[in-house]
């Protein structure tokens, strides 16, 4: 085991849970400031290359979780491991950004879904093979076919 430290923080519009877009059809497009501790900066060398990038954080103000719960977009339960529910057992967020620009120890990003001030664990840039016809979205297809 390891006990995680954050390397940076998130600057964000976003000061309450509630003002962050949920639910089908939710557009993440706010923009954000990914703020990194000056130890860390050196880290952030070529960066500017990549598109997009996968954000790790801690969802810092979740108490507790639910192994099962209905989420917002959906009345049937589900496991907490089939969605991004911030009660789990370990409070650890992903979230994919694009990267806007770098400044020093910071990076411009839009499309954050945190809130002000949470602690970011990890950045690495986003890269998948995966075909996009390969990709299955589980029961979110079917609760997304159901409100058409």
Known sequence: MFTPHPIGFIRSPYKETSAIPKGLGAKHDAEGVLEFLPEFEAGLKDVEGFSHLFVLWVFDRSEGFDLVGAPPVDNQPH????????RRPNPIGLTVVELLRRERGSLF???VDMLEGTPIL??????????????RRG???EAEAARR
């Open 109 to 111: 990003v839009r499309g």
């Open 122 to 135: 990890d950045i690495k840039p986003y890269m998948s093979s995966i075909p996009a016809e390969r990709l």
């Open 139 to 141: 029961w979110l297809a």
């Open 79 to 86: 496991g907490v491991f089939a969605t991004r529910s911030p």
